[in-house]
């Protein structure tokens, strides 16, 4: 059993950065395809950025070129770094993560972005 524990989120101004964190145990974040997802209510889940197990990193068009996402394989650990943050990136942050990028069984809670101006 894999369990996903998000943090970071918080309140930042229009222009700002966060950087959100999800730790992960159960299993060596080394053998995880591990992914962001954000969620508002009343839409649906949008995903935001994926980092296989040979490293390779997709992203959304939205967080293309504004975000980073990274794995630390020492730490168990998967990061999102966010900058120039918009309202439309207020959101609750979802972390994933699965044995391959096709399969996505562990879901964490969540850590909550939002962005005023």
């Known amino acids: 059993q894999v369990s996903l524990m998000e943090s970071g989120g918080g309140s930042v101004q229009t222009g700002g950065s966060l950087r959100l964190s999800c730790v992960a145990s159960?299993?060596?974040?080394?053998?995880?395809?591990m992914s962001w997802y954000r969620q508002v209510p009343g839409k649906e889940r949008e995903w935001v950025a994926t980092?296989?197990?040979?490293?390779?990193?997709g992203y959304s068009n939205s967080a293309k070129g504004r975000f980073t996402i990274s794995k630390d394989n020492t730490n168990n650990a998967l990061y999102l770094q966010m900058s120039s943050l918009n309202a439309d990136d207020t959101a609750m942050y979802v972390c994933?993560?699965?044995?391959?990028?096709?399969?996505?069984?562990?879901w964490g809670r969540g850590t909550q972005v939002t962005v005023s101006s």
């Open positions: 994933s993560a699965g044995p391959n990028c096709y399969s996505v069984p562990y």
């Open positions: 980092v296989n197990n040979d490293g390779w990193a």
């Open positions: 159960g299993l060596p974040a080394s053998k995880l395809c």
